[in-house]
Nanobody, 120 residues
Framework: QVQLVESGGNLVQPGGSLRLSCAAS????????MGWYRQAPGKNRELVAR???????IYADSVKGRFTISRDNAKNTVDLQMNSLKPEDTAVYYC??????????????WGQGTQVTVSS
């Protein structure tokens, strides 16, 4: 079973920066992709950024050039550096981790979410 602990959400002014962190723990064979999603009130959950074990990353068009995802494979952590934040970035941000269990089954785990509010 995989546990995810997120941190870093906060209230920030437009143009500001935040860094979200997510740490995975538990018993599993390996982690494959790690990512961040967000859900704003009244909207569906959407992909923000995702990164593979090898470091290949994809971003939502709305955050390209402003957000950077990174991971530490040794520590099983994934971070999201968010710069030039806009009010439309306001949402609950969720960490997501995909991997393989010891029994060779796959897992797809979610964190509890961390609130990011961009407002003056």
């Amino acid at each position: 079973q995989v546990q995810l602990v997120e941190s870093g959400g906060n209230l920030v002014q437009p143009g500001g920066s935040l860094r979200l962190s997510c740490a995975a723990s538990g018993s599993f064979l390996r982690i494959n992709a790690m990512g961040w999603y967000r859900q704003a009130p009244g909207k569906n959950r959407e992909l923000v950024a995702r990164i593979t074990t090898g470091g290949s990353a994809i971003y939502a068009d709305s955050v390209k050039g402003r957000f950077t995802i990174s991971r530490d494979n040794a520590k099983n952590t994934v971070d999201l550096q968010m710069n030039s934040l806009k009010p439309e970035d306001t949402a609950v941000y969720y960490c997501n981790v995909e991997g393989i269990n010891w029994g060779a089954t796959t897992f797809d785990s979610w964190g509890q979410g961390t609130q990011v509010t961009v407002s003056s």
